[in-house]
């Protein structure tokens, strides 16, 4: 039984560190999961936002009973300071939704999860109302399940998109079960050339963001120790 459970919204978030992991699927609650397992650690995508994060975090938490539960994956900065491919690890999680908020064991900050991608306005404000340094879309709700289930729960997120990144609403690209419809959003782009210096950021970050979230990830044991 894997002790420490991660959970990420895409694979690409975690995909140089699971690419060589053992996997299987298991079906929870008519959804199907892929989970990736490596000694006592196990990893599971469960998609973008709060629904498909919960999913997510209950399924790995009944087949796996892990001892800690890591929201993991990428957020926007709302700090100007943060800058792509800085990890953060926040004390205090607060649904933007309702003000409910988590205490953690360790960390340092204030993450806040809101219901869509924050354009700059947006991050702004949630600065300003939460005192928050990151935002993200799934912690909040994983901390959720986590808690429901007395799991213990921390979170380790990268900085993807920095403070003043800025681009159009993405949830016409997310599917019904949190997937991320990557040909519909290629040929969005591609017909909008002034997209196109934000879209090449916008890899080139992630890509940044991945590696440095998969090589805090793979210091992780079972007893979430850092190796």
């Given at each position: 039984m894997s002790r420490v459970a991660v959970v990420a919204a895409l694979e690409r978030e975690v995909r140089p560190l699971v690419k060589d992991w053992g996997w299987s699927e298991k079906e929870n609650g008519g959804r199907s999961f892929r989970f990736f397992e490596k000694g006592e650690v196990v990893v599971v995508c469960g998609g973008i936002g709060a629904e498909a994060a919960r999913r997510a975090a209950e399924a790995v938490i009944e087949f796996y009973g892990p001892t800690k539960v890591y929201s993991a994956g990428f957020a926007g900065a709302l700090d100007p300071a943060l800058?792509?491919?800085?990890i953060v690890l926040p004390r205090r999680v607060v649904n933007a939704?309702?003000?409910?908020?988590?205490?953690?064991?360790?960390?340092?900050?204030?993450?806040?999860?809101?219901?869509?991608?924050?354009?700059?306005?947006?991050?702004?404000?949630?600065r300003d109302s939460f005192s928050a340094q990151v935002v993200d879309m799934e912690a909040s709700a994983e901390a959720r399940a986590a808690e429901l289930r007395g799991v213990e729960f921390a979170v380790v997120k990268v900085i993807s998109d920095e403070y003043d990144f800025s681009f159009p609403?993405?949830?016409?690209?997310?599917?019904s079960d949190g997937q991320f419809?990557?040909?519909?959003?290629?040929?969005?782009?591609?017909?909008?050339?002034?997209?196109?210096?934000?879209v090449a950021r916008l890899v080139r970050n992630s890509r940044r963001a991945s590696l440095a979230l998969c090589?805090?990830?793979?210091?992780?044991d079972g007893a979430d120790q850092r190796l």
């Open positions: 800058k792509a491919a800085d939704a309702d003000g409910s908020s988590v205490v953690l064991d360790r960390g340092e900050g204030v993450l806040v999860s809101f219901g869509s991608v924050a354009d700059s306005a947006q991050k702004a404000r949630l609403s993405m949830e016409r690209f997310v599917s419809r990557e040909g519909r959003f290629a040929l969005f782009a591609s017909v909008r050339p002034w997209l196109w210096p934000q090589d805090w990830l793979g210091k992780l």
